[in-house]
């Protein structure tokens, strides 16, 4: 069974840009996670789809993030524009249904210069 | 406001030896309480979880221990391997409100041959 897609796999952008990340699930699985993972700290979710509703995004920043997961499949994660601090690693997971467990992409490397 | 604290930030310990990651957290509405492994360069993965109904659960060499009233739960590793060198995160969850994972912080583990 294919894991968890992520790409790309590693991001450079300068400040005030904006940036895309891509996330392909695995099959068959209706929820879909975005997490941010600071250097040195654990994962925090950013938002949580069930199917392409979106669960809980009472974390993501959605003055300058924003997300998508059309059709119930694919999804991106959106930063416009870039600052410093979202330099990070974006994690996407997935899992079959809500309560069952998450399975982690490899994640997206963003360094915001 | 952090969750779910960890210690220690890193550990280093000799093949063969037990490695222990302690974790504390503070809101009694969680429910279930996983452990990650991650590797550098790939996503947190599932290592072995434990409900609040249950004082130990032990899978091969891996043991959770969890003490309810001290809102405290632990990682023991027996006979440490160099493979299991990673990065580990407690986790904690409350299943009747979705499935928003709170991480710890991770303790970089070093097991020296």
């Known amino acids: 069974e294919a894991g968890v897609a992520q790409s790309p796999r590693y991001k450079i952008i300068e400040k005030r840009q904006s940036v895309a990340f891509w996330c392909n699930p695995i099959s068959g699985h209706a929820t879909l996670y975005w997490y941010q993972q600071i250097l040195g700290q654990g994962p925090k979710l950013l938002i949580q789809?069930?199917?392409?509703?979106?669960?809980?995004d009472s974390q993501l920043p959605k003055d300058r993030f924003s997300a998508e997961r059309l059709k119930g499949v694919d999804s991106t994660l959106k930063i416009q524009p870039a600052k410093l601090e979202d330099s990070a690693v974006y994690l996407c997971?997935?899992?079959?249904?809500?309560?069952?467990?998450?399975?982690f992409g490899p994640g997206t490397r963003l360094l915001v210069l | 406001q952090q969750q779910v604290k960890q210690s220690p930030q890193s550990l280093i310990v000799q093949k063969g030896g037990i490695s222990i990651i302690n974790c504390a957290y503070e809101?009694?509405?969680?429910?279930?309480f996983p452990w990650y492994q991650q590797f550098p360069g790939k996503g947190p993965a599932l290592l072995i979880a434990i409900r609040p109904d249950v004082s130990e659960k032990k899978e091969g060499r891996f043991t959770i221990s969890f003490n309810k009233s001290a809102k405290q739960f632990s990682l023991h590793i027996m006979d440490s391997q160099p493979g299991d060198s990673a990065t580990y995160f407690c986790?904690?969850?409350?299943?009747?409100?979705?499935?928003?994972?709170?991480f710890g912080e991770g303790t970089q583990l070093t097991v020296n041959p």
């Open positions: 997971a997935s899992s079959f249904l809500i309560q069952e467990t998450q399975y």
């Open positions: 986790a904690a969850v409350i299943e009747t409100s979705g499935s928003r994972l709170t």
């Open positions: 789809f069930q199917n392409n509703g979106v669960v809980d």
């Open positions: 809101n009694t509405a969680f429910d279930y």
